[in-house]
């Protein structure tokens, strides 16, 4: 193989690779960790393995901590909601980090053509909240499980629809992801 022809392989790889990483935000945790991990054994063949283990924390970092929704999260939810209405206020945990993620969830809830809004509360019990929680009265709104489905599609653990004795809907934001 000559110089021209490994360097054009390695310009494929690393744009497979961007095109990849690009897109490690709208898998879940786990499958992200796999793909981590499929990529540093492709590291040991000679990319540039810092780089990629610098990526592996920061995804490791994140998934112990609420970030912002990265824009193809926003259009995931913008798509996935789209022909369906609903009102509801992103609840979350106070403090900075919730808060911007809760900031961001509801921006996107509104891009979607949502009414939505947040709130913060004070938890004097131990950090038991966490992942995200879907809470409404009985009847559910019909808008509830495609709700639940577009926040599984954004790499969310939303396990259960709580029925609870509230006014309007809520997200819950916990403490941290998982």
Known sequence: MTRSQRLSAIAVSGATLAALLGQLGTLGWEAADAVLRWIGIISLVGTNTVTLYELRRETARAAREWQPLMVEQRHLVTRALAG??????????????????????????????????????????????VGLRIVAQTPLPTWAPTLRRAMREMGFDVATIEDNDIETPRIVVGYTPR
């Open 84 to 129: 369906t209405q609903g009102t509801v206020v992103v609840v979350y945990v106070k403090g900075d980090v919730r808060r911007a993620f809760a900031e961001s969830l509801r921006d996107a809830l509104r891009d979607a053509g949502w009414s939505a809004g947040t709130n913060s509360f004070v938890d004097d019990q131990q950090p038991t909240h």
